[in-house]
């Protein structure tokens, strides 16, 4: 049993736990949509100064890293931007565990030239931990969630 749990998972338990078990079973329907064309364009192309891509373990991949320790993490919009936050703070949470504390992070939205600075708290690392062990149940069914209707 694969108990890794990614950042890519974290935001997938946000917006829908259907398809998070879809990607934790490579079973990913999207590579060719717009909305996924558009992300990765504007990742190629976004902050093109910086070191970019930090991959960690293979379970935490910045976007990229700025001088006093702020990692930072490209979205395209804040249309499901409580699962980014989420993201962000797993990130901030795998690192703290890792011995690597007194990180800001924040996320960037540049084609609406926005940013938003993100803080890991202790109740955030208690929420974390419950939901690294219901994407581990989910990620281990043997079927998909049922599907449920959402706003996005």
């Not at 190629?44 to 890293?65: G, Q």
Request: a negative charge.
């Amino acid at each position: 049993m694969d108990e890794r749990v990614t950042g890519v998972m974290i935001y997938y338990y946000f917006v829908c736990r259907r398809k998070l078990w879809y990607f934790c079973n490579q079973l990913q329907m999207e590579e060719e949509s717009e909305d996924v064309l558009l992300g990765k364009l504007l990742d190629e192309n976004s902050y093109t100064r910086d070191e970019k891509h930090i991959n960690i373990d293979n379970v935490v991949n910045i976007d990229f890293i700025k001088e006093h320790n702020e990692l930072h993490e490209i979205k395209k919009s804040k249309s499901v931007e409580e699962a980014g936050i989420w993201q962000v703070k797993y990130y901030l949470y795998y690192l703290k565990q890792r011995g690597v504390d007194n990180l800001k992070a924040k996320i960037d939205y540049p084609i609406i030239k926005q940013s938003m600075t993100v803080e890991l708290s202790e109740g955030d690392e208690e929420k974390i931990k419950e939901v690294i062990k219901d994407i581990i149940n989910i990620k281990n069914q043997p079927q998909p969630p049922l599907f449920s209707e959402k706003r996005i």
